[in-house]
């Protein structure tokens, strides 16, 4: 079973950015696509962007074009989520998920507050 761990999340001010990291322990982890979603508060659980294997081909939701980038590393297993010039309106519960496997992390937080 594929186990994802997210990291990078906290507590950052307005305007600022934060690098989320996602480490999985696939051994096969460039053959699989990979996702970040987000969760704000009281809220269901949205897709944020994909990143595809092979290509890396990626893919973004309207809200996450300007401010959003998805890479990811496949040396080191791990998919990324920049977000840059935070919002308040950004903080939620960030996850990674594995897109073949089906197999989401436990979550990381970001609080976007001054």
């Known amino acids: 079973q594929v186990q994802l761990v997210e990291s990078g999340g906290g507590l950052v001010q307005p305007g600022g950015s934060l690098r989320l990291s996602c480490a999985s322990s696939a051994t096969d982890f460039s053959s699989y696509s990979m996702g970040w979603y987000r969760q704000l508060p009281g809220k269901q659980r949205d897709l944020v962007a994909k990143?595809?294997?092979?290509?890396?081909?990626?893919m973004y939701e309207d809200f996450a074009k300007d401010r959003f980038i998805i890479s990811r590393d496949d040396a080191k297993k791990m998919p990324y989520l920049q977000i840059n010039n935070l919002k308040p309106e950004d903080t939620a519960v960030y996850y990674c998920r594995d897109l073949t496997n089906s197999v989401w992390g436990q979550g990381t937080q970001v609080t976007v507050s001054s």
């Open positions: 990143i595809y294997n092979r290509d890396g081909h990626t």
